[in-house]
């Protein structure tokens, strides 16, 4: 007890009064800012969509707020949520880390939560004008396109040769991948927008001249809904049949009994898509392929399903004659050598001289590449071109309206997303043409690029806050990855292979609220900030100011010593720090 009552006491010295005029900013010669990037995941996305952000909101369980996202880029989120192949998964920074996020999983999560509870989005919408565009073919651009029209407050007329709209996404892609009601959902939202879709209308070549009396513009996006010839002889027999008019007639309801070996010419996802139908109604499936397995455009996930299922695939072979064998037919396949690989790092094919085999099957399906229905659905001589865009070309005849193609028609990569990047494009090209001219077309567009493009952002173009973000795209090596933990990525939930053969249920199977928010949360964010507050935890002059709402951060330059403690500990690349103007 003397020892304490005789220790000297421990003095803090203090100030008396407030040290708040002493502004040590003035030491400052590097700044932090705030400084919201762009992420890799939405630069590789055909569509543009905002993903770091859409993943946020998903992780604080906003989803109807992250839905909207979705929507403002792209009208279509129950369909990509399962079709897309998505790209932007592939270069997901946190596969350095461990596993790239499930952003396809997650897209659908929040499309079907939106159904189930009947949300109603609510979008940005530009005032009313005075043009009209027609848009033909119901398909994803065609819709898309008038579904950015309309935001953008153009009226639209959709003419479907088809007795329902959707296009290859109704009419193409087996239910067991695309259930019929999500897709109507995604339409049903393209309607609501003031978007009429006039079905059963088969136009003809005078549409085009005689639409100047209706419209001002007319936006082309009927598809490929051909399958190209084979170009062999016997390839007229009965028993050679069209895998998309296959396809076609599975999703009108037609019972078609199969038996015996049918063979499945091509390898592309229609190819898969035919052979995985054959199992569903009892026969058996062999796919030819003129290359490599890894050389085949299908999707590779799809791929492995279909070997699982039970379809054999004979690589490296192209059949070179068909013939009738009494109820069956024998195609001559001959084999195929690699010579090389070109820039995509695809076999070079060539005949082996002399090697030939034959293959005896009962049916023979096409699916080696489409083409237009009619060849007045392709553009015009490309000397008349007036203007080429990444995934459009734009006409500007003398008299008559503007035309737009788009789609399967110009875009090299035949998918979903690359189709809503098209008509999203010619919705942009034909709002700044109405307005600006052709010669403002391609700078307002460079202008609303995510990132270096060639993707696009509505948000941007609708001036929305994302103009304001960096192009920048982040780099692993600009996350700080010390602020995340190793967590795998969710495993999707999927019929048993035994299931699969035997039904046309949807294979993938919905995920729960818990493990959609648990995915999400694995997100980097990577250049955007979602009030981690790291900045404002780690900043030893408290110069980092939050908001009341909690929604954004500043920074008090009076006191900010220029450390750059914020920009390093920021777990995202949200901030940057720069030398300070003198």
Not at 213 to 233: I, N, Q, W
Not at 268 to 273: C, E, F, Q, V
Not at 523 to 547: H, K, L, S, T
Request: glycine residues 8%; hydrophobic residues 35%.
């Amino acid at each position: 007890m003397n020892e304490i009552a005789n220790a000297i006491p421990l003095l803090v010295p203090h100030s008396s009064q407030s040290t708040e005029s002493n502004k040590t900013g003035s030491w400052r010669f590097l700044r932090p800012q705030f400084d919201e990037k762009t992420s890799p995941c939405s630069a590789a996305c055909p569509a543009g969509e905002d993903i770091a952000r859409i993943e946020m909101l998903s992780a604080q369980g906003s989803f109807k707020e992250a839905w909207e996202m979705i929507l403002r880029e792209n009208p279509f989120p129950g369909v990509c949520g399962r079709v897309c192949p998505h790209p932007c998964e592939g270069v997901c920074n946190r596969r350095e880390f461990d596993e790239a996020i499930a952003i396809h999983a997650i897209e659908r999560f929040l499309a079907e939560t939106a159904s189930r509870y009947d949300l109603k989005p609510i979008l940005p919408r530009l005032t009313a004008k005075k043009q009209r565009i027609a848009i033909v073919g119901a398909g994803p651009a065609g819709l898309s396109a008038s579904y950015f029209l309309a935001l953008l407050g153009y009226s639209c007329d959709v003419f479907e040769a088809m007795p329902e709209p959707g296009g290859v996404l109704r009419w193409g892609i087996p239910i067991y991948r695309l259930p019929l009601p999500a897709l109507r959902s995604d339409i049903a939202r393209i309607e609501s927008q003031n978007v009429r879709i006039l079905t059963g209308q088969m136009l003809r070549r005078e549409f085009l001249r005689d639409a100047a009396e209706r419209y001002d513009a007319v936006f082309m996006g009927c598809g490929h809904s051909r399958t190209a010839k084979l170009g062999v002889p016997g390839e007229e027999m009965s028993a050679i049949e069209d895998g998309l008019q296959f396809l076609r007639q599975l999703r009108q309801g037609d019972t078609i009994p199969l038996s015996g070996v049918s063979a499945v010419i091509g390898g592309g996802n229609t190819a898969i898509d035919v052979a995985r139908s054959i199992i569903r109604i009892g026969g058996k499936a062999v796919i030819l392929y003129r290359r490599r397995r890894r050389d085949m455009p299908a999707f590779e996930e799809e791929v492995q399903m279909v070997l699982e299922e039970g379809v054999e695939l004979i690589e490296l072979v192209t059949p070179v004659r068909i013939t009738a064998e009494g109820t069956q037919c024998t195609l001559t396949l001959q084999d195929m050598k690699i010579s090389g690989e070109d820039s995509r790092g695809r076999a070079n094919i060539l005949p082996a001289e002399g090697k030939t085999r034959e293959l005896r099957v009962e049916r023979v399906f096409k699916a080696t590449g489409a083409e237009p229905a009619e060849d007045w659905f392709n553009p015009p001589d490309k000397t008349k071109i007036s203007l080429a865009l990444s995934h459009t070309l734009l006409f500007c005849p003398d008299r008559g309206p503007a035309l737009v193609f788009g789609g399967d028609l110009t875009n090299e990569t035949k998918g979903v997303a690359h189709a809503v990047a098209s008509g999203k494009q010619a919705a942009m090209a034909l709002d700044i043409l109405f307005h600006g001219g052709i010669e403002a077309i391609v700078p307002k567009l460079t202008a609303c690029r995510v990132g270096q493009g060639p993707s696009l952002s509505m948000e941007m173009y609708m001036g929305g806050n994302r103009r304001l973000r960096n192009t920048h795209v982040v780099s692993y090596e600009e996350i700080n990855a010390d602020h995340f933990q190793f967590q795998p990525r969710i495993t999707q939930p999927r019929l048993l292979r035994e299931e699969r053969r035997t039904s046309f249920e949807e294979i993938d199977l919905k995920i729960s609220t818990n493990l959609a928010i648990r995915e999400a949360d694995r997100c980097f964010n990577c250049g955007i900030c979602n009030q981690c507050d790291n900045c404002y935890m780690f900043c030893p002059d408290i110069a980092v100011i939050r908001e009341k709402n909690n929604d954004e951060r500043h920074i008090n330059y009076d006191y900010c010593k220029g450390c750059g403690l914020c920009v390093v500990e920021c777990p995202r690349n949200a901030m940057t720090l720069r030398e300070e103007d003198i």
